[in-house]
């Protein structure tokens, strides 16, 4: 797959996409996210937690196993800095093998919602029993509060954590007997962004730890610059969640003081000299695609980015989806997008050399 020729404004000059039809009750809660999160982006850079919050349910940890036997419980990896995951464990016979161990950052621009916000806690369910995977969805520190590289650190220390350099996964949580070996990174938005990072620090680093990432799923990851793509530029306006001003402020929020969008944590694509560098082993990687994000430039792009460098990556598009479609179950595409984790999953490093998907 070639990189995304680069593109300015007055090469915009396509008709108008029109968004697929979407039912009224995501159109309503998308409608409120989008509400909450332009009154919680003050404009001085900092965030009304207490707006925000009153959209953002959360879901108690629950050490009762639900109807699919899958119970969550939190634990805490640093009380000192708030660093805490929620863990997802799915029913296992006493005689079954270890399962995979899947590392799961959440989106939110750097800036809002949480393991337990409700979203991210029902995908993570849905991810731990569809897959048989234990999943750990990452408390990580917010933006601007904590900008870059926190979310960054963050992940590494839970990575550390599970190599047992704190003990490991406590017992008390029920945790099946998990493989260190087949551990997966996967963020949906930023926390796709996150996972990249995360997996190029640990990759780049000689680690003496048993975790061993076998792959990256990133879904619609949150990469930037400070060109606007033809996509960015196509669906301003038109497309819901993520537009310019929005995404503007995030990176605002997130990079350090005085950096524009070509910093090295948003533009990671290879267009911007110099070419980034990727270290030898970085794992095979998944990218997820929606054809009605405007992130889907840079996406493509990455891919690309991964392909010149010799990584294993297998993109899959979903042609009508809008950027966060996979918290919304009424969507056929949020169950298919469990089904393609899971086979990149099962296959482990043979999933990613497969080609590019379209999932109409």
């Given at each position: 797959?070639?990189?995304?020729?680069?593109?300015?404004?007055?090469?915009?000059?396509?008709?108008?996409?029109?968004?697929?039809?979407?039912?009224?009750?995501?159109?309503?809660?998308?409608?409120?996210?989008?509400?909450?999160?332009?009154?919680?982006?003050?404009?001085?850079?900092?965030?009304?937690?207490?707006?925000?919050?009153?959209?953002?349910?959360?879901?108690?940890?629950?050490?009762?196993?639900?109807?699919?036997?899958?119970?969550?419980?939190?634990?805490?990896?640093?009380?000192?800095?708030?660093?805490?995951?929620?863990?997802?464990?799915?029913?296992?016979?006493a005689d079954a093998p270890p399962l995979p161990?899947?590392?799961?950052?959440?989106?939110?621009?750097?800036?809002?919602?949480?393991?337990?916000?409700?979203?991210?806690?029902?995908?993570?369910?849905?991810?731990?029993?569809?897959?048989?995977?234990?999943?750990?969805?990452?408390?990580?520190r917010l933006a601007p509060e904590h900008p870059?590289?926190?979310?960054?650190?963050?992940?590494?220390?839970?990575?550390?954590?599970?190599?047992?350099?704190?003990?490991?996964?406590?017992?008390?949580?029920?945790?099946?007997?998990?493989?260190?070996?087949?551990?997966?990174?996967?963020?949906?938005?930023?926390?796709?962004?996150?996972?990249?990072?995360?997996?190029?620090?640990?990759?780049?680093?000689?680690?003496?730890?048993?975790?061993?990432?076998?792959?990256?799923?990133?879904?619609?990851?949150?990469?930037?610059?400070?060109?606007?793509?033809?996509?960015?530029?196509?669906?301003?306006?038109?497309?819901?969640?993520?537009?310019?001003?929005?995404?503007?402020?995030?990176?605002?929020?997130?990079?350090?003081?005085?950096?524009?969008?070509?910093?090295?944590?948003?533009?990671?694509?290879?267009?911007?000299?110099?070419?980034?560098?990727?270290?030898?082993?970085?794992?095979?990687?998944?990218?997820?695609?929606?054809?009605?994000?405007?992130?889907?430039?840079?996406?493509?792009?990455?891919?690309?980015?991964?392909?010149?460098?010799?990584?294993?990556?297998?993109?899959?598009?979903?042609?009508?989806?809008?950027?966060?479609?996979?918290?919304?179950?009424?969507?056929?595409?949020?169950?298919?997008?469990?089904?393609?984790?899971?086979?990149?999953?099962?296959?482990?490093?043979?999933?990613?050399?497969?080609?590019?998907?379209?999932?109409?």
């Amino acid at each position: 797959m070639e990189a995304t020729t680069a593109v300015n404004a007055s090469a915009t000059t396509q008709e108008t996409p029109r968004l697929p039809a979407l039912p009224w009750t995501v159109r309503l809660q998308l409608f409120g996210l989008m509400t909450a999160t332009d009154i919680a982006q003050r404009r001085d850079g900092t965030v009304n937690r207490f707006a925000f919050s009153l959209a953002d349910r959360q879901a108690p940890a629950r050490a009762r196993p639900d109807k699919a036997g899958v119970r969550t419980g939190d634990v805490t990896i640093d009380a000192a800095r708030g660093l805490s995951a929620r863990v997802f464990s799915p029913p296992s016979a006493a005689d079954a093998p270890p399962l995979p161990v899947v590392v799961y950052f959440h989106g939110g621009g750097f800036a809002f919602f949480s393991a337990a916000s409700v979203p991210v806690d029902a995908m993570c369910r849905r991810l731990c029993r569809e897959a048989g995977a234990v999943v750990v969805s990452v408390n990580y520190r917010l933006a601007p509060e904590h900008p870059y590289p926190a979310a960054y650190d963050d992940g590494v220390d839970v990575l550390r954590f599970l190599g047992g350099d704190a003990g490991g996964l406590p017992a008390d949580l029920a945790v099946p007997p998990v493989d260190l070996s087949r551990c997966y990174l996967a963020g949906d938005s930023a926390g796709g962004n996150i996972a990249h990072h995360v997996a190029h620090r640990w990759t780049v680093t000689t680690q003496t730890s048993p975790v061993r990432l076998a792959g990256v799923v990133l879904i619609q990851p949150f990469f930037g610059g400070e060109e606007r793509t033809a996509a960015e530029l196509r669906l301003e306006g038109v497309a819901p969640v993520v537009n310019i001003r929005r995404a503007d402020w995030v990176w605002r929020a997130f990079l350090p003081a005085g950096a524009d969008r070509n910093h090295s944590a948003a533009h990671v694509t290879g267009e911007a000299a110099p070419e980034p560098e990727l270290p030898e082993g970085f794992p095979p990687a998944m990218v997820v695609v929606g054809g009605f994000d405007p992130l889907q430039d840079w996406q493509r792009r990455y891919a690309a980015m991964l392909r010149r460098k010799g990584t294993a990556v297998r993109v899959v598009e979903f042609p009508e989806a809008v950027h966060g479609f996979y918290i919304f179950p009424e969507l056929a595409d949020a169950g298919r997008i469990i089904t393609e984790i899971k086979a990149f999953l099962e296959a482990g490093a043979g999933a990613s050399t497969g080609a590019d998907e379209s999932v109409d």
